[in-house]
């Protein structure tokens, strides 16, 4: 397969990668990390996704999310991405973050990444 072109905005799980990133814009103007961590390969519509214990206020880059740990996983739709963020951004190594997805998982909605970031990230900020 070529090298893929980033950013991209994913219109199945096609050109999907473990490690793979997206931001998830925040209502306080902050971004929060998405990050795929495991394709099913019996369909091109859903995937494990994991959010990033990292925020900003800059979209996450390669360099920005190294070595940062999973928050929370659940299995999505494809246009989890869309909703929030819309724009695979860049390609990080899980293995070089150490970052496992569990055996088992929830699905989630799609918006239900966003609000978990916003619940999570929001009691960061307040405390």
């Known amino acids: 397969m070529p090298p893929i072109p980033y950013p991209f905005v994913p219109k199945s799980t096609a050109f999907l990668l473990p490690g793979q990133f997206w931001a998830v814009p ?62 695979i951004l860049g390609h990080h190594d899980l293995e070089a973050d150490h970052a496992w997805p569990a055996d088992e998982s929830s699905t989630w909605g799609y918006r239900v990444l966003e609000v978990l970031a916003e619940k999570y990230f929001g009691a960061i900020q307040q405390s």
């Open 26 to 87: 925040l209502h306080s103007g902050l971004f929060a990390c998405g990050r795929v961590l495991r394709l099913d390969p019996n369909t091109r519509r859903l995937f494990l996704a994991g959010l990033v214990d990292w925020v900003s206020v800059e979209p996450p880059t390669v360099d920005a999310i190294v070595n940062c740990q999973l928050v929370a996983q659940g299995v999505v739709h494809i246009k989890t991405i869309l909703e929030t963020g819309g724009t």
